[in-house]
């Protein structure tokens, strides 16, 4: 009976282990394609791009979180993304020149114009959740 306690146990770590990694690849996947963007538009030096990189994945493991987060309601969820990105804004103008943060803003203007024009086509009963690099 034992060996069978086991066995059930190791493979529920084995199944949540495997749902914890395909999360944590997705979130790296994201932040590595937003990082490749911002450094094509903003023109990143490699100091700059590490700095980016450590940022979007922090950011986009968060929204994550909250997207996850069944207790939330969708206003709730869109509340706390909008919080995140005005955060990561912050502090990207700790590294960013103002050059820089000119393009970044312009280039999530047009992310933001491309999202609303797509939603705008999209049938209402699906949550507007913004994107994560906002």
């Given amino acids: 009976m034992n060996v069978f306690r086991i066995a059930i146990l190791t493979i529920f770590t084995a199944v949540g282990s495997m749902a914890v990694s395909q999360t944590d690849d997705h979130t790296q996947r994201a932040a590595e394609a937003q990082t490749s963007r911002m450094e094509q538009v903003l023109d990143l030096t490699p100091e700059q791009k590490e700095q980016v990189h450590a940022l ?13 987060n069944t ?28 050059d820089q943060m000119e393009k970044y803003d312009a280039m999530m203007s047009r992310r933001r114009t491309i999202d609303r024009s797509a939603s705008a086509e999209e049938p209402q009963e699906r949550p507007q959740v913004d994107d994560q690099e906002q």
């Fill in 56 to 68: 979007n994945v922090k950011v986009t493991q968060k929204i994550h979180a909250i997207r996850e």
């Fill in 71 to 98: 207790s939330l309601t969708d206003d709730k969820k869109n509340e706390f993304i909008a919080g995140n990105m005005t955060s990561k804004r912050r502090v990207l103008t700790t590294f960013l020149t103002p």
